[in-house]
T-cell receptor, first 114, second 118 residues
Framework: DAGVTQSPTHLIKTRGQQVTLRCSPK?????VSWYQQALGQGPQFIFQ???????QRGNFPDRFSGHQFPNYSSELNVNALLLGDSALYLC?????????????FGPGTRLTVL | AQKVTQAQTEISVVEKEDVTLDCVYE???????LFWYKQPPSGELVFLIR??????QNEISGRYSWNFQKSTSSFNFTITASQVVDSAVYFC???????????????FGQGTILTVHP
C-alpha cells in the first residue's frame, strides 16, 4: 500500500517564475492538504482540497493556488515566485469523515528560489 | 485563533536519559485534537500520538508517554530511555472539529530539535 507521494523531490527556480508541485494521496484517502515549511519553522497550512474544491485556506496570497483531480491527486501552483517562497512543501492526505483527523504526510518537495 | 508554542528550541541528551518536550496551546474551541509528530532529516512528518480534548487520561505507549493538562493548556511528551535514533525535530500540533466534521487544518508549533548523543 503506497503512502503519500510527492514530486519532484527538489526544484530550483528563479524569481518571477511559476512552479507546479504534485501529490498523490494514500490509497483510499479523499482529502489533500498542503503545508509550507520554511527552514527552522513549523509547517504552515496553505489549503485543503476535497471533492475537487478548496475547502479551507490558510493565510497565503492568491499566488498560491491548487487543484484536485477526480483520482484525488492534487497540484500546488505558485506564481510569481519570491525568494521567501523557498521552503519544503508538504502534502498530507486524510479521509474527510475521519473524526480523528489522522493525516499522513509525504516526503515533501524542497523548493529553492534564486 | 489557534496557537501552539514549543518554548524549547533545542534539547541535547545522552542516550538512555529521559527527555520531556513541552507544548502549550491556545484555542477557543471546546473540542480539539492534539498531536505530536517527529520529523527526521529525511523531512517526512511521522505521526506519534494523538489526544482529544475531552479525554485527559495520560497514557504510555512503549517508550512514549504524554501529559495532557487542560487546565494549563499543556500537552507534554516524554521519551523514556532515549536512543540515538530518536534524534529529530519534534512538532506539537493542534486541530479542531467544526460542525461535527474535521476540517483537517493542523496548527504546528515551531518545533524542538532533539539530539541524543551516544
Amino acid at each position: 500500500d503506497a503512502g503519500v507521494t510527492q514530486s519532484p523531490t527538489h526544484l530550483i527556480k528563479t524569481r518571477g517564475q511559476q512552479v507546479t508541485l504534485r501529490c498523490s494521496p494514500k490509497s483510499g484517502h479523499d482529502t489533500v492538504s498542503w503545508y509550507q515549511q520554511a527552514l527552522g519553522q513549523g509547517p504552515q497550512f496553505i489549503f485543503q482540497y476535497y471533492e475537487e474544491e478548496e475547502r479551507q485556506r490558510g493565510n497565503f496570497p492568491d499566488r498560491f493556488s491548487g487543484h484536485q483531480f477526480p483520482n484525488y491527486s492534487s497540484e500546488l501552483n505558485v506564481n510569481a515566485l519570491l525568494l521567501g517562497d523557498s521552503a519544503l512543501y508538504l502534502c498530507a492526505s486524510s479521509l474527510a469523515w475521519d473524526p480523528h483527523n489522522e493525516q499522513f504526510f509525504g516526503p515533501g518537495t524542497r523548493l529553492t528560489v534564486l | 485563533a489557534q496557537k501552539v508554542t514549543q518554548a524549547q528550541t533545542e534539547i541535547s541528551v545522552v542516550e538512555k536519559e529521559d527527555v520531556t518536550l513541552d507544548c502549550v496551546y491556545e484555542t477557543r474551541d471546546t473540542t480539539y485534537y492534539l498531536f505530536w509528530y517527529k520529523q527526521p532529516p529525511s523531512g517526512e512528518l511521522v505521526f506519534l500520538i494523538r489526544r482529544n480534548s475531552f479525554d485527559e487520561q495520560n497514557e504510555i505507549s512503549g517508550r512514549y508517554s504524554w501529559n495532557f493538562q487542560k487546565s494549563t493548556s499543556s500537552f507534554n511528551f516524554t521519551i523514556t530511555a532515549s536512543q540515538v535514533v530518536d534524534s529529530a525535530v519534534y512538532f506539537c500540533a493542534l486541530s479542531f472539529l467544526a460542525g461535527g466534521t474535521s476540517y483537517g487544518k493542523l496548527t504546528f508549533g515551531q518545533g524542538t530539535i532533539l539530539t541524543v548523543h551516544p
